[in-house]
């Protein structure tokens, strides 16, 4: 099974806003100037080697040494069981053109994972409410900007999404096999390892 193109989506695939290879090449533009700001502007908790926040600082400066980020992320089904996939825009600061099932992203200073989780949600996705989120499982991960923890949650879809065009290129709910079996690549790592967890077939 091959990826599906940008424009040959899946009849249930949830395309963002705008068609048209100029709308897409504004889009992309627009879409890396905000994700630059946001990331810029940022500030996070930073946590010891046991999850403890022992400082807070902006997202671009990068952790203390010896200190970790946190990252909250929801997989996120629909009732027959697929999993929502989605593809990260090209200026997406990290895994640029990806796959994931994750939708997510870095914890805010005070905040808790679920309640980071359930934001990300809305500004992604535009699901304003998540009743019955969950958490799966905790774990320690590298990712390109160093060492974090990721709390990664489940929900069960009960509506379409709106995803955000400046987050989200594509997204549809698809087949966990067809994630787990390689016919979505290139794959962000965490979010593989999250299908092989949550979906063992």
């Known amino acids: ?7 040959r989506r899946p ?3 949830f395309p963002p806003d705008g068609c048209g290879s100029g ?9 890396g100037r905000r994700a630059s700001e946001k990331y810029a502007s ?5 946590v010891d080697p046991r999850d403890r926040v022992v400082a807070q600082g902006g997202r671009a400066g990068g ?15 629909d009732r027959a069981g697929r999993v929502l996939l989605y593809r990260r825009t090209a200026s997406a600061p ?15 200073s005070g905040e808790e994972y679920r309640a980071a989780a359930l934001r990300e949600l809305r500004e992604e996705l535009g699901w304003e409410r998540a009743p019955g989120l969950t958490e799966a499982y905790r774990l320690r991960v590298d990712d390109p900007h ?20 400046d987050e989200i290129a594509w997204c549809g709910f698809v087949a966990p096999l067809a994630v787990l079996t390689g016919g979505y690549t290139p794959l962000v ?13």
């Open 42 to 46: 940022e500030r996070v908790d930073y």
């Open 11 to 13: 009849a249930d695939a």
């Open 94 to 108: 990290a895994y640029p053109d990806h796959y994931d099932v994750l939708i997510g992203g870095a914890v805010r």
């Open 146 to 165: 160093g060492a974090c923890f990721l709390t990664v949650h489940r929900w069960v879809a009960d509506r379409a999404p709106r995803p955000d065009p």
């Open 23 to 31: 709308a897409r090449a504004a889009g992309r533009r627009t879409a």
């Open 189 to 201: 790592p965490a979010g593989a390892e999250a299908v092989r967890r949550l979906f063992p077939g």
């Open 63 to 77: 952790p203390p040494t010896g200190l970790l980020r946190r990252y909250a992320a929801t997989v996120c089904t």
């Open 1 to 7: 099974m091959s990826a599906p193109a940008p424009d």
